[in-house]
């Protein structure tokens, strides 16, 4: 199955301007926005001190901890007819996280946290730094770091300051996320001002100078490390009611150890919720984006970005029909490097990184609760934007088991099948299974 949308992929040179002029001017707007939100404060706001401990010894003895522990097994087996024959992955790691929270004084605090992943067992895997590469992937390696280390100021109404090693996560994480799917998830060391002159308007700036990424502070491969950053994120949402929340933003990435990769996008997102009768419950999203080269970012950096999605919800079960295009020239695809990818386009991971074909990907969720049980069912079909072609198709899986209100166990299951085409290469190319237990206790 291809679905596609002919006048969004092909456009003749006269309808290209005025899409560059409906990109220029929805930059604009996400700037003009921005500076009206954030003009009351440059103009002063007052101070709000409420419920602060009275001394810094006070701060610190009223703080709070909080630990979390994630077991997982992980198996991987994409030693299909289709590739090269080698050994399954099975990983079994523990993830472990301590930290404490300060009370607050004169409208500051302060949290840090520290976490470690270990192997239970042997490490039959790859973690992209034990060197087992006769194993797929898994990309949970062994380490330990500090993974948040924070001070917040909130003394002003209505604005925070949040400045350190943070999680940051905004929207649906499609373009900036935390990857918490991974066992050492992805944090930034940045600077975030979050200000709402009005309760239902939030505008949120964040200055990004080091990306902590999925695979460890420590780990050998340089390609793989932290990636340092001089980055500017600007996001505006407005929340007014459940039928209509709008969000817009501009993220400009630019990568000091790969200046080439740095990007530009502007987007504006919509999304809602109905409730025409006491039973039925109609959802919806529409959201479209713009990528350009951004510094020193290569100049085939172009790109655009469309979701779609409508759904429908009666007596807690759920159906949802999807279409999301990263678009692709054949040269670029468009990139989302700091996503928490992994929540996309199948858990399966076929395509963490856009080809340079790009991606459609149509898919169908459903999901709904039984006999105390979460259950979510995904298909995908993917093909590709450029040279009209099939990747392929994928069953998604999910159960998950409440068992306390701090424990949570999990089964997650991915299929996903390879079609046979001679311009399908490379990953999406490899026929593709995945098999994750999780157990998770946080207090």
Do not use: C
């Not at 010894?57 to 994409?78: I, N, P």
Request: charged share 20%; glycine share 10%.
């Amino acid at each position: 199955m291809n679905i596609r949308i002919e006048a969004l992929t092909h456009t003749t040179p006269a309808i290209k301007f005025k899409m560059l002029d409906l990109r220029l001017s929805l930059q604009k707007s996400v700037w003009l926005l921005f500076t009206f939100i954030a003009l009351p404060f440059l103009l002063g706001a007052p101070e709000v001190f409420a419920g602060d401990a009275a001394s810094v010894t006070e701060a610190l003895s009223k703080g709070k901890v909080s630990a979390d522990f994630r077991y997982r097994y992980e198996m991987v087996d994409d030693s299909g007819p289709n590739t090269t024959t080698r050994k399954n992955a099975q990983a079994s790691t523990l993830r472990s996280r301590l930290g404490y929270q300060t009370a607050s004084f004169k409208g500051v605090s302060g949290f840090l946290e520290f976490e470690d992943v270990s192997v239970i067992g042997n490490a039959q895997y790859n973690s992209t730094a034990n060197g087992k590469t006769a194993y797929p992937v898994v990309a949970d390696p062994e380490d330990t770091e500090v993974n948040q280390a924070y001070l917040k100021y909130t003394g002003l109404a209505g604005l925070t300051l949040i400045g350190g090693r943070q999680r940051i996560k905004l929207d649906n994480d499609r373009f900036i996320g935390n990857v918490g799917w991974r066992q050492n998830e992805q944090t930034f060391d940045a600077v975030r001002l979050a200000f709402g002159p009005m309760a239902d308007l939030v505008g949120t700036y964040l200055y990004l100078a080091n990306v902590n990424r999925i695979f460890g502070e420590h780990n050998p491969n340089a390609v793989l490390a932290d990636s340092r950053m001089d980055s500017h994120l600007l996001h505006l949402g407005w929340i007014g009611q459940a039928a209509l929340q709008v969000s817009a933003y501009g993220y400009l990435l630019d990568f000091e150890g790969a200046p080439a990769a740095s990007t530009q996008t502007f987007g504006i997102r919509f999304t809602g919720t109905l409730k025409p009768g006491e039973t039925l419950t109609l959802l919806y999203t529409a959201e479209y984006a713009d990528q350009s080269d951004y510094a020193q970012g290569a100049a085939i950096n172009q790109g655009d970005y469309y979701l779609i999605e409508l759904g429908a919800g009666v007596m807690g079960i759920s159906l949802q029909a999807s279409y999301e295009l990263l678009s692709g020239d054949g040269v670029y695809g468009f990139a989302t490097p700091l996503a928490t990818a992994h929540a996309f386009q199948g858990w399966a991971d076929k395509f963490l990184a856009t080809p340079a074909g790009g991606v459609e990907d149509l898919y169908f969720t459903l999901s709904g609760k039984a006999l105390g049980l979460k259950l979510v069912g995904v298909y995908h079909f993917f093909n590709s934007d450029a040279g009209n072609f099939k990747y392929g198709t994928e069953t998604d899986l999910l159960i998950v088991k409440p068992v306390s209100e701090n424990t949570l166990i999990s089964v997650k299951y991915a299929m996903y099948e390879a079609d046979r085409n001679p311009q399908n290469t490379g990953g999406p190319a490899v026929d593709t299974d995945k098999l994750w237990l999780t157990g998770e206790l946080k207090f």
